[in-house]
C-alpha cells in the first residue's frame, strides 16, 4: 500500500510538471483549493455480483456500505438500488428507501441518489427514486452515448444470475439515451424539490450541452461537475483527456463550478491522483472500480476512500466533511429530504 500510494503521489507531480507547473505552483494549488470533498459510489449499475463478492447487494449491504464509506471519509455518498435476491439494477422507489432510512439515521454523509438508473431504462423510470426522495444531490448525465460493457466478458466467464452475461452482451446495441428532452424533464422535475446535481459529463460534448442549460437557466452555479474518464464509449483515461476536460470546463464555466473526476476501472486512483493534484475533488467506489490495487480487489468501498484520503492528505490538501461539502456545493441540508 504505501509503495503505491508513493508512486500515485510522484504520478501526480509529474502531471502538474509536464503541464508546466513547477513545486511552487503546485503546492500553491492545493493550498488555494480548500477542502477536497470525496463522493463514493457504492453499487452502481455497472458491475455484476458475480464480479466480486464485495458489491453491496441487498439494502442491509448497501446501508452498511454508505456508512462505512463516510466513516472512511466520504462526505457524499452516490447511491443505486438492487434486486437483493439477483442483484440486478431496481430504480423502483421503494427499492431505495430501507436504506435510504438507516443511512439517514446514522450518519450525516450527504446522499447522492442517480438518475442515471441503468442504460436499459426511460428518463422516466430514471427520475423517479430522486423525485420522491428528494435527495440533497441526484447525478445528472449530460448526454447520449454508446455504453460499452462487453469487454467485461473477456475477464469473466462464469456468472450466478442468467441477466448478468446477457447485461454485458447487451451493450454490443447499447446507446445510452441522454436527448435534451430527456435532460429537460430531469430538470424540470427534480429543480421543484431543490435537488442539486452532480453533472456527470463523459466527453467534451456533454460540457457544451450542460453549458446550453445553465446558459438558459435550468440550472444555477455552483456547478457540481464530474468529469468521467475511461468508460467505452466516453473520453478516455489519458492525462491528456483530463487536461482537455479541465480546461473546456474552465473556459465553459469560469468560477461557477467544483470540479471533481471519476477514473474508471483500473484508472480510478491514477485519475484520483492528478486531479488531486490540480486542486480537484475524487470520485470512487465499486461502481466505478472493483480494485484495490493490481489484481487485488477492494474489500470494501471503506477501503477506496481511504487510499483517496490517504492520497489527498499526501500532497497536502484536506478533506471536506459532509457539512463543508454542504457549504462548498450550496445544497439544501440533510433536514429537506423526503426520507
Given at each position: 500500500?504505501?509503495?503505491?500510494m508513493r508512486?500515485?503521489?510522484e504520478l501526480?507531480?509529474?502531471?502538474?510538471?509536464?503541464?508546466?507547473?513547477?513545486?511552487?505552483?503546485?503546492?500553491g494549488?492545493?493550498?488555494?483549493?480548500?477542502?477536497?470533498?470525496?463522493?463514493c459510489?457504492?453499487t452502481?449499475?455497472?458491475?455484476t455480483?458475480?464480479?466480486?463478492?464485495?458489491?453491496?447487494?441487498?439494502?442491509?449491504?448497501?446501508?452498511?456500505?454508505?456508512?462505512?464509506?463516510?466513516?472512511a471519509?466520504a462526505?457524499i455518498?452516490?447511491l443505486?438500488?438492487?434486486?437483493?435476491?439477483?442483484?440486478?439494477?431496481d430504480?423502483?422507489?421503494?427499492?431505495?428507501?430501507p436504506f435510504?432510512?438507516?443511512?439517514?439515521?446514522?450518519?450525516?454523509?450527504?446522499v447522492?441518489l442517480?438518475?442515471?438508473?441503468?442504460?436499459?431504462?426511460?428518463?422516466?423510470?430514471?427520475?423517479?427514486?430522486?423525485a420522491?426522495?428528494?435527495?440533497?444531490?441526484?447525478?445528472?448525465?449530460m448526454?447520449?452515448?454508446n455504453?460499452?460493457?462487453?469487454?467485461m466478458?473477456?475477464?469473466?466467464?462464469?456468472?450466478?444470475?442468467?441477466?448478468?452475461?446477457?447485461?454485458?452482451?447487451?451493450?454490443w446495441?447499447?446507446?445510452?439515451?441522454?436527448?435534451?428532452?430527456?435532460?429537460?424533464y430531469?430538470f424540470?422535475?427534480?429543480?421543484?424539490?431543490?435537488?442539486r446535481?452532480?453533472?456527470e459529463?463523459?466527453?467534451?460534448?456533454?460540457?457544451?450541452?450542460?453549458?446550453y442549460?445553465?446558459?438558459?437557466?435550468?440550472?444555477?452555479?455552483?456547478?457540481?461537475i464530474?468529469t468521467?474518464?475511461?468508460?467505452?464509449?466516453?473520453?478516455?483515461?489519458?492525462e491528456d483527456?483530463v487536461w482537455?476536460?479541465?480546461?473546456?470546463?474552465?473556459?465553459?464555466?469560469?468560477?461557477?463550478?467544483?470540479?471533481?473526476v471519476?477514473?474508471?476501472?483500473a484508472?480510478?486512483?491514477?485519475?484520483?491522483?492528478?486531479?488531486?493534484?490540480?486542486?480537484?475533488n475524487?470520485?470512487?467506489?465499486?461502481?466505478d472500480?472493483?480494485?484495490?490495487?493490481?489484481?487485488?480487489?477492494?474489500?470494501?468501498?471503506a477501503?477506496?476512500?481511504?487510499?483517496a484520503?490517504t492520497?489527498?492528505?499526501?500532497?497536502g490538501g484536506?478533506?471536506a466533511?459532509?457539512?463543508e461539502?454542504?457549504?462548498?456545493?450550496?445544497?439544501k441540508?440533510?433536514d429537506?429530504?423526503?426520507?
Amino acid at each position: 500500500m504505501a509503495e503505491r500510494m508513493r508512486t500515485l503521489v510522484e504520478l501526480a507531480w509529474e502531471v502538474g510538471q509536464c503541464a508546466g507547473l513547477g513545486d511552487e505552483t503546485l503546492w500553491g494549488i492545493m493550498k488555494k483549493s480548500g477542502k477536497t470533498i470525496i463522493t463514493c459510489a457504492v453499487t452502481g449499475a455497472i458491475h455484476t455480483p458475480s464480479m466480486s463478492p464485495h458489491l453491496p447487494v441487498t439494502a442491509e449491504e448497501i446501508a452498511d456500505a454508505a456508512i462505512g464509506a463516510a466513516e472512511a471519509g466520504a462526505s457524499i455518498v452516490h447511491l443505486h438500488a438492487r434486486n437483493p435476491e439477483t442483484g440486478q439494477p431496481d430504480q423502483t422507489p421503494e427499492a431505495f428507501e430501507p436504506f435510504l432510512r438507516v443511512i439517514r439515521q446514522r450518519s450525516n454523509v450527504v446522499v447522492n441518489l442517480t438518475t442515471g438508473g441503468s442504460p436499459y431504462m426511460s428518463v422516466e423510470e430514471r427520475v423517479k427514486p430522486a423525485a420522491t426522495w428528494q435527495p440533497e444531490v441526484a447525478s445528472m448525465n449530460m448526454g447520449s452515448m454508446n455504453f460499452g460493457l462487453f469487454q467485461m466478458l473477456n475477464r469473466y466467464k462464469e456468472f450466478e444470475h442468467d441477466w448478468e452475461r446477457d447485461f454485458l452482451e447487451g451493450s454490443w446495441d447499447l446507446v445510452f439515451r441522454n436527448s435534451y428532452k430527456d435532460i429537460r424533464y430531469a430538470f424540470e422535475t427534480l429543480n421543484r424539490t431543490g435537488t442539486r446535481f452532480e453533472f456527470e459529463c463523459y466527453d467534451t460534448a456533454h460540457l457544451y450541452n450542460l453549458h446550453y442549460f445553465y446558459r438558459e437557466g435550468f440550472v444555477e452555479g455552483p456547478l457540481f461537475i464530474q468529469t468521467v474518464f475511461g468508460l467505452m464509449g466516453g473520453i478516455g483515461a489519458h492525462e491528456d483527456d483530463v487536461w482537455h476536460m479541465k480546461r473546456t470546463a474552465d473556459r465553459l464555466f469560469g468560477d461557477d463550478y467544483v470540479w471533481s473526476v471519476l477514473g474508471a476501472g483500473a484508472s480510478q486512483m491514477r485519475i484520483a491522483a492528478m486531479a488531486a493534484a490540480m486542486g480537484g475533488n475524487v470520485r470512487v467506489g465499486l461502481e466505478d472500480s472493483l480494485w484495490a490495487g493490481p489484481k487485488r480487489l477492494a474489500q470494501s468501498n471503506a477501503e477506496q476512500v481511504e487510499i483517496a484520503k490517504t492520497l489527498i492528505e499526501s500532497l497536502g490538501g484536506s478533506v471536506a466533511t459532509p457539512d463543508e461539502a454542504r457549504e462548498i456545493l450550496n445544497l439544501k441540508g440533510g433536514d429537506r429530504v423526503a426520507f
